[in-house]
């Protein structure tokens, strides 16, 4: 099916530092999603974002919804070791009628890994 | 709020046996429940979505009499591997979706190792 294109794969990066990833896609999304799964669990949602040109900030993480509906990118400022983990972005795009379905089309996924 | 658990965590089965995971919204009401399987170090591939009271609608390749999905409230739906085999190990991962732009929530997985 239809994936997210996600970069960087993977990233090694020191303590302290800041991380950027990011997701693009050939199809317009409504909503983009930001998940990170720790090891052996299921995915906690980070951010969502619901507007195009939408900032939005958790703590030290801050997305963007892409002006063109196409991309968003997640920033991650002062990286700590427990940022440890696979981030993904989720794109959902709305039917005809203006409702959602509520699917969500995944990334392949950016694996953090940070060195103390 | 919007807390998914999904059990077992873990489970270890022989061959042939037939295995069900559980999926309950425990501070909402889900429209929707939505089932994934995960391999290692990749992403979450979609198996089926689930509507209370009605029947779950599969992707493309997986086949709906290997894994049984019921749906019997807005708090709870199961999936079933029937006669479980080495190649449906996996980690299996159900969301919860309460409608329109909302996020979905997502359980903690249950790691499914058939030997």
């Known amino acids: 099916g239809q994936q997210l294109n996600q970069s960087p794969q993977s990233m090694f990066i020191q303590e302290g530092e800041d991380v950027s990833m990011n997701c693009t896609s050939s199809s317009i999304f409504n909503t983009w999603l930001w998940y990170k799964q720790d090891p052996g669990e299921g995915p906690v949602l980070l951010i969502a974002l619901y507007k195009a040109g939408e900032l939005t900030s958790n703590g030290r993480l801050t997305a963007q919804f892409g002006i063109t509906r196409k991309d968003s990118f997640l920033n991650i400022s002062a990286s700590i070791p427990s940022d440890v983990g696979i981030y993904f972005c989720?794109?959902?795009?709305?039917?005809?009628?203006?409702?959602?379905?509520?699917?969500?089309?995944f990334g392949q996924g950016t694996i953090l890994t940070v060195h103390p | 709020g919007a807390v998914v658990s999904q059990h077992p965590s873990w489970v270890i089965c022989k061959s042939g046996t037939s295995v069900k995971i559980e999926c309950r919204s425990l501070?909402?009401?889900?429209?929707?429940m939505f089932w994934y399987r995960q391999f290692p170090k990749q992403s979450l591939m979609l198996m089926a979505t689930?509507?209370?009271?009605?029947?779950?609608?599969?992707e493309q390749g997986v086949e709906k009499d290997k894994f049984l999905i019921n749906h019997a409230s807005l708090t709870l739906s199961t999936l079933t591997v029937t006669s479980a085999h080495p190649e449906d190990s996996s980690f299996y991962i159900c969301?919860?979706?309460?409608?329109?732009?909302?996020?979905?929530?997502f359980g903690d997985g249950t790691r499914l190792s058939i030997l």
């Open positions: 969301s919860a979706w309460t409608g329109n732009r909302q996020p979905q929530h």
């Open positions: 989720a794109g959902q795009s709305l039917n005809a009628g203006g409702t959602s379905y509520g699917k969500l089309t």
């Open positions: 501070d909402f009401q889900a429209t929707t």
């Open positions: 689930s509507n209370e009271g009605s029947k779950a609608t599969y």
